[in-house]
C-alpha cells in the first residue's frame, strides 16, 4: 500500500538548532511533494512543496526541503530554529496515478528559548 | 483572499446522536475534500468532490457518514449516528482542481468530541 513515512514524532530543540525532519514515501512513478506545518490551534498551512524541477525547493520562514528520488526522501530542513517554529510538521505526498494526497503521521516540533 | 471557511468549529455531542459539519470553500475552487485527523494522526481523505460529484469517497463509512455538495460549491458532512470513535478534527480542503500538481488549502477544522 501506498503510504508516507516520518520517524521522527516528537522533536525538541532549542533555539539556533538546526532541524531536519525525515519523511519518506514508499510511490512509484511521479509524484508531487508537500510539506505542511500546523500551528498550535491553526490550521494546515502549505510550508513548502515540489512538483518538478530543482529538487531542493525553499519556502515560507526559511525552511527548505530536498527531494532526493533515489531514496524516495522529502526530508525538510532548516539551519537556524526559532521558538515560534514549535508546531507540527506533516508531509504529504500525491501521486500522478492516484491524485490522493496522502499525509505522513506528523512530527511534533518543540523549540525551547 | 477567504480560506476555506468551516463551521462549527467546536462539538461535542452524545453517541448516537447526529452531527453536520459545513464548509465553504475557496472560491474558484471545484474540487473539495473531506479529511478526517485522529489525535496523533496525519489527516486522512474521507471524500474527494470534482464540483457537485463525489469521484472518491472509499474511504467514507457510508453506514453511518453522508456527504453532499448541492451545486458544487459549499459541502456538508453529516454524520448519524455518532460514535465514540468518530471524535476526531474534520478537516475541508480545496483545490482549483484535482490534477496532481495543485496545491490544497485546508480550513480550520471541525473538533468533534463525542461523549
Not at chain 1, 526541503?65 to 537556524?80: D, W, Y
Not at chain 1, 506533516?90 to 516540533?109: E, H, M, P, Q, W
Request: proline share 4%; hydrophobic share 35%.
Amino acid at each position: 500500500a501506498q503510504s508516507v513515512s516520518q520517524h521522527n514524532h516528537h522533536v525538541i530543540l532549542s533555539e539556533a538548532a538546526s532541524l531536519e525532519l525525515g519523511c519518506n514515501y514508499s510511490y512509484g512513478g511521479t509524484v508531487n511533494l508537500f510539506w505542511y506545518v500546523q500551528y498550535p490551534g491553526q490550521h494546515l498551512q502549505l510550508l513548502l512543496k515540489y512538483f518538478s524541477g530543482d529538487p531542493l525547493v525553499k519556502g515560507i520562514k526559511g525552511f527548505e526541503a530536498e527531494f532526493i528520488k533515489s531514496k524516495f526522501s522529502f526530508n525538510l530542513r532548516k539551519p537556524s530554529v526559532q521558538w515560534s517554529d514549535t508546531a507540527e510538521y506533516f508531509c504529504a505526498v500525491i501521486s500522478y496515478n492516484t491524485d490522493k494526497l496522502i499525509f505522513g503521521t506528523g512530527t511534533r516540533l518543540q523549540v525551547f528559548p | 483572499e477567504a480560506g476555506v471557511v468551516q463551521s462549527p468549529r467546536y462539538k461535542i455531542i452524545e453517541k448516537k446522536q447526529p452531527v453536520a459539519f459545513w464548509c465553504n470553500p475557496i472560491s474558484g475552487h471545484n474540487t473539495l475534500y473531506w479529511y478526517r485527523q485522529n489525535l496523533g494522526q496525519g489527516p486522512e481523505l474521507l471524500i474527494r468532490y470534482e464540483n457537485e460529484e463525489a469521484v472518491d469517497d472509499s474511504q467514507l463509512p457510508k453506514d453511518r457518514f453522508s456527504a453532499e455538495r448541492l451545486k458544487g460549491v459549499d459541502s456538508t458532512l453529516k454524520i448519524q449516528p455518532a460514535e465514540l470513535g468518530d471524535s476526531a478534527v474534520y478537516l475541508c480542503a480545496s483545490s482549483e482542481d484535482s490534477l496532481s500538481g495543485n496545491t490544497i488549502y485546508f480550513g480550520e477544522g471541525s473538533w468533534l468530541t463525542v461523549v
